[in-house]
């Protein structure tokens, strides 16, 4: 069943502490860092309303983490105390992904973001949430489109050749990659191409040519051709050295992703005795930095490539006793369980949809002592814990973080233990 190879070498190191604060009555007693709301309703983006991809745009911070805080109240305080959520000391400027479409208009070309609900681009020279790096180079981009006759995408039409740029920053590397989606391989003087743009930004550390010819709204396609650097960027996240390669889950908020598994490790209770597993581990970054306190940890991804950066990352951590696997998560805790395997405590962090039932229940099969669930819905966290208060389990902590400041959404971690 789980009988694949194990990434190799002894686990070294702790994951790094973090030095934050957090305030309220039912708080806990971290250290997380209490909110700055010198950000007034003044600083607005000159684009929100077309955008649509910032709702709290013009609210005073304060008043945002209010409103997420009485969502969380409202949709699961009845599993159990809410904690207050945990806001940034600076919310602007924290995405280290930043999505660019490209098109043409007025006879220019034109980088911006799809207005919400609709495949009209809305340009965007600067944005109040994004990297301050990335969107220079995006804009560098877009001048050097015209120098060297480079026809930006039409969906209607299906001609042109520039379609997306995506660009991701190392928080603590600081390296940055650059990838450019194109409906062709054939990318004109490439490489003088990229020698302009890095004479602009030598900071640039990787660029790479995606090719997307699919009639699709999916941005990334499945090839990758590296014209420059290493093909991925490196960074370092509790304590931790992650690859990162264009189109790996990586969460976008550096500063909150520390708070928010610092909280779910915290969670986890984990003494040294445990089996961890972590389903839909992605590139492997819970169950890495989880592995430093565990007895030993299964990672479970169904995505090939993930599998692949996940092992990676576990071999350049010297992590030893992790070990990922290629499946379906839940036909392999399925599987465990017919092999009357058990684990101790499961993570887990679903997509926006939440979890299945089907995929609970085989959780549940398992007898573990502890779930942390990770959630960027409360929502669907809401419906999915009605499933598992009638199976046994009963939310003991339930912490609001604030990941996407100016937009309605948050991400949650709720403690779940099993009743005796």
Sequence with gaps: MYNKKKATDKPVGKSSGLNHSSSGKASEKHNFPKQNDSKKASDVCPVHKKCGGCQYQGM?????????????????????????????????????????????????AIAGTYQEGTHKVVPVESCLIDDEKSDAIIQTIRELL???????????SGYGLLRHVLIRRGFTSGEIMVVLVASSPVFPSKNNFVKALRKEHPEITTVILNVNDQNTSIVLGERNITLYGK????????????????????????????????????????????????????IGTIGIIAA????????????????????????????????????????????????????DVIFMDPPRAGSTQSFMASAISLNPDRIVYISCNPETLARDLEFLKKHQYTAEKIQPVDMFPFTTHMETVCLLTRRK
Excluded: W
């Excluded at 209010?66 to 949709?75: C, D, F, G, I, P």
């Excluded at 990586?250 to 089996?275: R, S």
């Excluded at 007895?295 to 992790?322: Q, T």
């Design 231 to 282: 093909g991925y960027i490196v960074d370092t996240l509790c304590g931790h050295t992650f690859a990162i390669s264009p189109s790996a889950f990586y969460q976008v908020n550096p500063v909150q992703t520390e708070i928010l598994y610092q909280t779910a490790m915290d969670y986890a209770g984990l003494t040294g005795k445990e089996t961890v597993v972590d389903a839909y581990c992605g």
């Design 60 to 108: 005073a911070y304060k008043k945002q983490l209010s409103l997420k805080q009485r969502q969380a109240n409202v949709l699961l305080g009845k599993f159990g105390t809410v904690l207050p959520i945990i806001g940034m000391k600076d919310p602007l400027h924290y995405r280290n992904k930043v999505h660019a479409v490209f098109t043409f208009e007025k006879g220019k």
């Design 292 to 343: 430093d306190k565990a007895k030993s940890v299964i990672g479970v991804e169904l995505n090939p490539a993930s599998v692949k950066d996940a092992r990676n990352n576990a071999r350049h951590n010297n992590i030893g006793n992790i070990t990922f696997y290629q499946n379906d998560a839940e036909r392999f805790l399925n599987e465990m369980q017919e092999q009357n395997a058990k684990a």
């Design 146 to 156: 015209r120098s060297f006759k480079i026809k930006t995408y039409n969906e209607d």
